[in-house]
C-alpha cells in the first residue's frame, strides 16, 4: 500500500504534463485537477507538521517552565538563607544588648569574652573563651551571664583560657535559697547540678530560686545559680538535697563576662 501511494503522485504528474502538451485541458482544469488531486496529501502533511510544530512548541515551553522553577527554588533557598541570617544577627544583637546593659549595671570590672570551643572529652562539659592573661584574666575568676553565673576560669593560655562550668564535676559553690536564707552547696553532676547539705527543717519548694551566697571567694553574693527542680527528703538523713534547674542555658551559651575586680 505506502508503494502504490508513492507512484500515484509521479503518475499524476506524468498524467498532466502529457495533456498539457497536447492542448487537451485547459490551464484552470490543469489546476483544478492538480489541487483536487495532491490536496488529501497537502492536507496530511499540514496536519502532520502541525504537530511535529506543537510538539516542539509544547517541550520548549516545558524547558522554560523547568529553567523558571529551578530559578525560584534557588530564589527561595537564598531568601531561606537570608532570613536565617538576620534572624541569627537579630538574636547576637539581642544578646549583645543585654550583656553591655548588664555589663553596665553590675559593680565589678568584668571582661566580655566569646565561647571558641568546647572540650574534646565528651565526658567533659568545659569549654573555651577567646580571652586570656594577656586580658588579666586569671585562674579561678568567676564567669557570669545576665542569666546567672556560669562557672569559674580553670586555666588561662595567652590568648584564650578553659572554664569550669557549675554543672560540670568538680564544681562547687556556696548558695543559698531565695525564700528562706537557708544555706547549702551547688555542687556539678555532670550536665547538671545537686544542691546538698541543706538542715531537714529548712522549708523548700520546687521551683524557689538559688542565688549565691558571696562566702566561697569566688562568686559574688545575690547572683541567680538556678531554681529548685525535685526536692529529695531520705528518710534518717541529716540533710535535705534537690536537684537544680540552672538558671543559664548551657546548650545555647555563646557570649560571658569574666569577673576580673570585685
Not at 84 to 105: I, M, N, Q
Given at each position: 500500500m505506502p508503494k502504490k501511494r508513492s507512484f500515484l503522485p509521479l503518475l499524476v504528474g506524468l498524467i498532466l504534463f502529457s495533456l498539457s502538451r497536447t492542448g487537451v485541458l485547459r490551464e484552470e482544469m490543469i489546476k483544478s485537477l492538480s489541487f483536487s488531486l495532491l490536496f488529501p496529501f497537502q492536507k496530511a502533511f499540514s496536519c502532520f507538521y502541525g504537530k511535529i510544530c506543537s510538539f516542539f512548541e509544547d517541550y520548549l515551553l516545558l524547558l522554560d517552565?523547568?529553567?523558571?522553577?529551578?530559578?525560584?527554588?534557588?530564589?527561595?533557598?537564598?531568601?531561606?538563607?537570608?532570613?536565617?541570617?538576620?534572624?541569627?544577627?537579630?538574636?547576637?544583637?539581642?544578646?549583645?544588648?543585654?550583656?553591655?546593659?548588664?555589663?553596665?549595671?553590675?559593680?565589678?570590672?568584668?571582661?566580655?569574652?566569646?565561647?571558641?570551643?568546647?572540650?574534646?572529652?565528651?565526658?567533659?562539659?568545659?569549654?573555651?573563651?577567646?580571652?586570656?592573661?594577656?586580658?588579666?584574666?586569671?585562674?579561678?575568676?568567676?564567669?557570669?551571664?545576665?542569666?546567672?553565673?556560669?562557672?569559674?576560669v580553670l586555666l588561662t593560655g595567652p590568648k584564650s583560657s578553659l572554664i569550669l562550668p557549675i554543672i560540670e564535676r568538680g564544681s562547687s559553690l556556696s548558695v543559698m535559697l531565695e525564700d528562706s536564707g537557708a544555706r547549702g552547696i551547688l555542687e556539678g553532676q555532670g550536665g547538671r547540678c545537686l544542691l546538698r547539705y541543706l538542715p531537714q527543717e529548712e522549708p523548700i519548694r520546687e521551683g524557689e530560686r538559688i542565688l549565691t551566697t558571696g562566702l566561697d571567694g569566688v562568686y559574688p553574693k545575690g547572683f541567680p545559680v538556678g531554681s529548685v527542680r525535685k526536692v529529695i527528703k531520705r528518710q534518717g538523713a541529716l540533710f535535705i538535697e534537690a536537684e537544680v534547674e540552672p538558671s543559664v542555658r548551657f546548650d545555647r551559651l555563646e557570649e560571658v563576662m569574666v569577673i576580673k575586680e570585685r
Open positions: 517552565i523547568k529553567k523558571e522553577n529551578e530559578r525560584l527554588k534557588r530564589e527561595l533557598e537564598r531568601l531561606k538563607m537570608e532570613n536565617a541570617l538576620l534572624r541569627e544577627e537579630k538574636r547576637e544583637a539581642e544578646r549583645l544588648r543585654r550583656l553591655l546593659e548588664f555589663k553596665e549595671a553590675v559593680k565589678f570590672k568584668v571582661v566580655a569574652a566569646r565561647l571558641i570551643g568546647e572540650s574534646p572529652n565528651p565526658q567533659s562539659k568545659t569549654f573555651y573563651i577567646d580571652k586570656g592573661s594577656l586580658d588579666g584574666i586569671k585562674k579561678g575568676m568567676a564567669v557570669i551571664t545576665p542569666d546567672g553565673i556560669v562557672g569559674k
